[in-house]
């Protein structure tokens, strides 16, 4: 049963437009990154470059921790445990719409994020659920 101090954090956790994302190197140091999100179902999804650290830290460990952020990566609230998992192709049309929904400039972003990029360089999106 979930207490109501972390009902709390989660739904502020919810309702923020950043969350941290903290993921593990090989040597068990963590790196934590604030990034753009969108929650469905209680799993979250981030959009990220395809070759970036922190999705090669992810596919060596999957083990991630998330919390509400501000965009130059300040705490809002506290870590919450989770596996991160690299989404396929046929899995995100409607996790770009919840991002176009929630995010003014997301397809705009996108469009010039992965303009003349390899296709290993270009966005993919992550899903992110809970322990």
């Known amino acids: 049963m979930v207490d109501t101090e ?4 989660l739904t502020h956790l919810k309702d923020g ?3 941290s994302i903290k993921t593990f190197r090989k040597n068990g140091e963590s ?3 604030p990034v753009w999100f969108v929650e469905e179902n209680n799993k979250f999804y981030i959009c990220t470059g395809g070759a970036t ?3 090669k830290r992810i596919r060596n460990n999957p083990q991630v921790q998330i919390a509400s952020s501000q965009s130059n ?4 609230g506290k870590y919450f445990g989770g596996e991160a998992r690299v989404m396929t192709n046929n899995e995100i049309k409607q ?3 919840l991002f176009r ?6 397809r705009l972003w996108n469009l010039f994020a992965n303009l003349g990029k390899k296709e290993e ?5 992550l899903e992110i659920a809970l322990n």
């Open 6 to 9: 972390t009902s709390n954090e």
């Open 17 to 19: 437009k950043y969350i």
């Open 31 to 33: 790196s934590a990154t």
């Open 53 to 55: 650290f922190k999705v």
């Open 73 to 76: 990566g300040n705490l809002k």
């Open 95 to 97: 996790i770009y719409k």
């Open 101 to 106: 929904n929630k995010y003014s400039m997301f």
């Open 121 to 125: 360089k270009k966005h993919i999106y």
